[in-house]
């Protein structure tokens, strides 16, 4: 092998690995950090809940991320030196069942808010706690955004 094949070799494995790390800390964000957190929230439907579009729309691009993942470890795991030109059947199919679920929860990241609006739920007025529900206005007065917790329902 030449110098620049053992180059270019080392390119592609090089991106493939970086790319499987973002991937993979961009998952481990959404899974262990705030996403899941407010998703939580909206679930348990205790007296607050905090909803940030962001954390849905960052949630319903978890398929895409895996897809990056799998599509990373195919280039890693490779033989010869260029990558794959084709697609296999079940990347294309799991790239548009990926796609098609993003763009729902896109869609619902987007209406959750008008739901939020017709529930018992209303907004806090004070502007450093918009992104906080609650079912009384006077619950507003005892959020800390830095040390608020979910409640749990008994």
Same mark, same amino acid.
């Given at each position: 092998?030449?110098?620049?094949?053992?180059?270019?070799?080392?390119?592609?494995?090089? /991106?493939?690995?970086?790319?499987?790390?973002?991937?993979?800390?961009?998952?481990?964000?959404?899974? %262990?950090?705030?996403?899941?957190?407010?998703? =939580? !929230?909206? *679930?348990? =439907?205790? #007296?607050?809940?905090? @909803? =940030?579009?962001? /954390?849905?729309?960052?949630?319903?691009?978890?398929?895409?991320?895996? @897809?990056?993942?799998?599509? !990373?470890?195919?280039? &890693?795991?490779?033989?010869?030196?260029?990558?794959?030109?084709?697609?296999?059947?079940?990347? !294309?199919? *799991?790239?548009?069942?990926?796609?098609?679920? !993003?763009?729902? %929860? &896109?869609?619902?990241?987007?209406?959750?808010?008008?739901?939020?609006?017709?529930?018992?739920?209303? #907004? %806090?007025?004070?502007?450093?706690?918009? #992104? *906080? @529900?609650?079912?009384?206005?006077?619950? %507003?007065?005892?959020?800390?955004?830095?040390?608020?917790?979910?409640?749990?329902?008994?």
């Amino acid at each position: 092998m030449n110098r620049e094949t053992i180059l270019e070799w080392l390119l592609y494995r090089g /991106a493939a690995v970086v790319m499987i790390a973002i991937m993979s800390a961009t998952l481990y964000f959404i899974f %262990c950090s705030v996403p899941m957190y407010d998703l =939580h !929230s909206l *679930y348990v =439907h205790g #007296n607050i809940i905090v @909803y =940030h579009t962001k /954390a849905v729309a960052g949630s319903a691009g978890t398929p895409i991320y895996i @897809y990056f993942i799998l599509i !990373s470890l195919r280039v &890693l795991f490779m033989r010869g030196i260029k990558p794959p030109t084709t697609q296999t059947f079940i990347g !294309s199919i *799991y790239g548009a069942f990926g796609l098609i679920v !993003s763009i729902v %929860c &896109l869609i619902i990241a987007f209406l959750i808010p008008i739901g939020l609006a017709f529930s018992p739920y209303s #907004n %806090c007025p004070q502007e450093k706690l918009g #992104n *906080y @529900y609650v079912t009384d206005l006077e619950l %507003c007065k005892t959020i800390e955004p830095r040390n608020w917790k979910i409640e749990k329902k008994q």
